[in-house]
């Protein structure tokens, strides 16, 4: 399931942290790298090598959206509808992404390079409308910024 490289990496990643359990968001991240999502199967090799049950695994990773846990395209797109980003437009946005990309939220575009989140806040109220394409933020978002970050990431 997990390849060595990866295993190494989380044996060296429990090691600095005090308490092994603390350690579960960053490993689930090293595993999401390597496998592109989470699945039963690794929440159940993850859960073994801390000493968890699969549900305990389970309960971290669908509390956050970063996990994954089915295949997503290369760049996830987030958008923010939390109150700050909605009184901003952000069902407009979101609306335009789904006409631009031709699909809804939670589908992947079939070549496979966008996947389409909606989101609850995240933390860049200030800058709303908030999106982020996988790890990075976009604020401020218009259609004009839409048109432009497509044109980019195709
Ligand atoms: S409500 Fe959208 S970032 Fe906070």
Do not use: W
Request: hydrophobic share 40%; glycine share 6%; charged share 25%.
């Amino acid at each position: 399931m997990l390849s060595e490289t990866t295993r190494a990496k989380i044996l060296e990643l429990i090691q600095k942290y005090p308490h092994k359990r603390t350690a579960l968001i960053p490993v689930l991240y090293v595993v999401q790298a390597e496998l592109g999502h989470i699945s039963e199967p690794a929440m159940t090799a993850v859960g073994e090598l801390f000493g968890l049950s699969p549900a305990e695994v389970k309960e971290v990773v669908t509390f956050y959206t970063m996990f994954y846990r089915a295949p997503v395209g290369k760049h996830v797109l987030q958008v923010c509808t939390n109150i700050s980003c909605m009184l901003c437009r952000a069902e407009e946005i979101l609306d335009y992404l789904k006409t631009k990309l031709g699909i809804a939220v939670g589908e992947t575009t079939p070549d496979g390079k966008f996947t389409l989140l909606e989101v609850e806040c995240m933390g860049a109220c200030e800058a709303a409308p908030a999106m982020q394409d996988n790890y990075d933020y976009h604020f401020h978002m218009t259609k004009e910024k839409i048109d432009r970050l497509l044109e980019i990431l195709r």
